[in-house]
């Protein structure tokens, strides 16, 4: 099947520090999107992608989707103690029939105070 | 309530024993999805449904797993014969896309199920 391979595992930051990450996939996607996981919670949207090559900002994230289609990338400027967490990349290769997402394994980020 | 709802949040069953997770998607939403979360990896789809129709079941690892959703609303996910390796975390997601084509409007999750079996 698909896979998604998402790095770094982890980082280790300082507040105030970007934060960058990045998905890389075997196959195209069509769609791209970005989640974020707390403890005991489900994965929240963050940034969806839908086109090659587009750029989207939330606040202080950006995230691109790859011209290939087989990567993207999610940036985090000037990072603050609550985007602590595990970030998710996802992809969606719907196309003529209805798939569920297929998920990296997730980049720990932990700020530093 | 304004987004999707799980029940129980948390499950201890015995191995052997017949479980039952129950999901109550985004109202309107056409699309419901399971997923399974094992501890320290990301999602894994299960099962798909469009309304009442069970689209997309590739996911599930056994014929242990079910699912359902007879009304087109809320949604069963049943394990029969539990066993250690059905421990997770089972998510379930769901959108607004119903054209069963190039999906377009993204998912949103629930908190999860955790099941712990014994």
């Known amino acids: 099947g698909q896979q998604l391979n998402q790095s770094p595992q982890s980082m280790f930051i300082q507040e105030g520090e970007d934060v960058s990450m990045n998905c890389t996939s075997s196959?195209?996607?069509?769609?791209w999107l970005w989640y974020k996981q707390d403890p005991g919670e489900g994965p929240v949207l963050l940034i969806a992608l839908y086109k090659a090559g587009e750029l989207t900002s939330n606040g202080r994230l950006t995230a691109q989707f790859g011209i290939t289609r087989k990567d993207s990338f999610l940036n985090i400027s000037a990072s603050i103690p609550s985007d602590v967490g595990i970030y998710f990349c996802?992809?969606?290769?719907?196309?003529?029939?209805?798939?569920?997402?297929?998920f990296g394994k997730g980049t720990h980020l932990i700020i530093q105070p | 309530g304004a987004g999707v709802s799980q029940s129980p949040r948390y499950k201890v069953a015995k191995r052997g024993q017949d479980v039952a997770l129950r999901c109550d998607p985004i109202?309107?939403?056409?699309?419901l999805f399971w997923y399974q979360q094992a501890l320290g990896q990301g999602p894994e789809f299960l099962t798909y449904?469009?309304?009442?129709?069970?689209?997309?079941k590739s996911g599930l690892p056994s014929d242990r797993f079910f699912a359902e959703r007879p009304e087109g609303s809320v949604s069963t996910l049943k394990i029969q014969r539990t066993q250690q390796e059905d421990s997770a975390v089972y998510l379930c997601a769901s959108s607004t896309d119903g054209t069963g084509g190039h999906s377009n409007q993204p998912q949103h999750f629930g908190d999860g199920t955790r099941l712990s079996i014994l």
């Open positions: 109202s309107g939403h056409v699309s």
């Open positions: 196959s195209i996607f069509n769609t």
């Open positions: 996802a992809g969606d290769d719907s196309g003529g029939g209805a798939d569920g997402l297929t």
């Open positions: 449904f469009q309304n009442e129709a069970q689209l997309d």
